[in-house]
């Protein structure tokens, strides 16, 4: 298996618009994790999945984003509209039956610059 | 709150020497605590993990070492190298959910 794929690796764009972020989980994890890093905070989760079910959405700071799982292999994080406060490495992490000792197999990451 | 605090930010360590990460949590049941290893332009790995019922787990050079008691834990990386220069993450797994808190990072560099 080629890992978590995310796409696109890197993204700018203008203040304002929209910004959809796209991940590919590894085939047969059940748990899909979307993390946003910044130097500041370091890794925030924003929402996981579990069976292409949202479970917590709790760390989505507000209604500017949006995740959507359709199936198993594919998952969009969504900003609109963009801030520049919003400029950060956003990951996706997929992890298989997720356990005391399971392990989350992070992707590797886009970088969002919002001017 | 659920929160991990990790220390120090950045550590610089001469090669053959041992770096050490600390991470301690507040009032919150944790049950699993992993460290991730992050090199640049990469995603975290998964390094090394400990359950709160063991004092201490060792795999090569890197020792997790776990106080319940005090709420801490610490990540010891005996005769550092250069290539273990990298940015590491303490977590924290609130029991029963499947949500990782993890701590800011540490980016260490160990020079030759």
């Known amino acids: 298996d080629a890992g978590v794929i995310q796409s696109p690796r890197h993204e700018v764009t203008e203040m304002g618009q929209e910004v959809t972020l796209r991940c590919k989980p590894i085939?047969?994890?059940?748990?899909l994790f979307w993390y946003r890093q910044t130097m500041m905070r370091g890794l925030e989760l924003l929402i996981y999945?579990?069976?292409?079910?949202?479970?917590?959405d709790s760390g989505m700071p507000e209604d500017r984003f949006s995740a959507k799982m359709p199936n198993a292999s594919f998952s969009t994080l969504k900003i609109q509209p963009s801030e520049p406060r919003d400029s950060a490495v956003y990951f996706c992490?997929?992890?298989?039956?997720?356990?005391?000792?399971?392990?989350?197999?992070f992707g590797q990451g886009t970088r969002l610059t919002v001017v | 709150q659920q929160q991990v605090k990790q220390s120090p930010q950045s550590l610089i360590v001469q090669k053959g020497g041992i770096s050490i990460i600390n991470c301690a949590y507040e009032n919150t049941a944790f049950d699993y605590f992993p460290w991730y290893q992050q090199f640049p332009g990469k995603g975290p790995a998964l390094l090394i993990a400990i359950r709160p019922d063991v004092s201490e787990k060792k795999e090569g050079r890197f020792t997790i070492s776990f106080n319940k008691s005090a709420k801490q834990f610490s990540l010891h990386i005996m005769d550092s190298q250069p290539g273990d220069s990298a940015t590491y993450f303490c977590a924290a797994r609130l029991t029963n959910t499947d949500k990782l808190i993890f701590g800011t990072g540490t980016r260490l560099q160990v020079f030759p």
């Open positions: 085939s047969g994890h059940d748990y």
């Open positions: 992490a997929s992890s298989l039956l997720w356990g005391v000792d399971t392990e989350a197999f």
């Open positions: 999945f579990n069976n292409n079910v949202p479970i917590d």
